[in-house]
């Protein structure tokens, strides 16, 4: 079936039923996509009610300073603990961290280990070392400093493995 109105127009050899089909074609992928379009309309409607929830323009503005207070505040809340811990840190540098311990009997005579050495150490292994020795005279006690892990006087075995101990704890 031929048209004078696709004759006019050069398209004469085109049959009316192909001419129909097409655009009952794009009809259907024009309503498909009015269908997806309503639905993502909806989506967005209920999405911007739940946001909204009752509110007025200006209730919802006062909401947001809110929020933007509360956010400065918490800011500041945070850059004040971000100092405190700072602070700590520096604080617990020179602190007492590592600790070696050995007891042992000083004169092998007496038995019972009532000597020992004890050393505490900070972050950069400085400290001191004490050594408490127990005689049948009394207990004598002496200390040794130990900076960067060693001491500049000389060391006993007991205090060696007490140094090794404190130096290794946190390792």
């Known amino acids: 079936m031929r048209s004078p109105i696709l004759e006019r127009i050069g398209l004469g050899n085109i049959d009316l039923l192909f001419v129909f089909l097409f655009f009952l074609i794009c009809i259907i992928v024009l309503v498909i996509l009015l269908i997806r379009q309503s639905n993502q309309i909806k989506n967005l409607t209920s999405r911007y009610d ?5 509110s007025k323009a200006k209730s919802l503005e006062k909401k947001m300073l809110e929020l933007f207070e509360e956010q400065n505040i918490q800011k500041s809340v945070l850059d004040n603990h971000s100092r405190q811990i700072k602070d700590l840190y520096r604080k617990h540098k020179d602190a007492f961290q590592k600790m070696g311990f050995v007891k042992y009997d000083a004169f092998k005579e007496m ?4 000597s020992f050495c004890l050393v505490l150490l900070d972050e950069n292994d400085n400290g001191f070392l004490l050594n408490s020795v127990h005689s049948s005279d009394g207990c004598y006690s002496y200390t040794k400093r130990i900076k960067n892990g060693s001491s500049d006087l000389e060391l006993s075995t007991e205090e060696s493995i007490a140094l090794r101990k404190a130096v290794e704890y946190g390792q």
Do not use: H, S, V
Not at 50 to 54: D, I, N, V
Not at 111 to 114: V, Y
């Open 111 to 114: 038995g019972g280990k009532l």
């Open 50 to 54: 739940r946001f909204m929830q009752g």
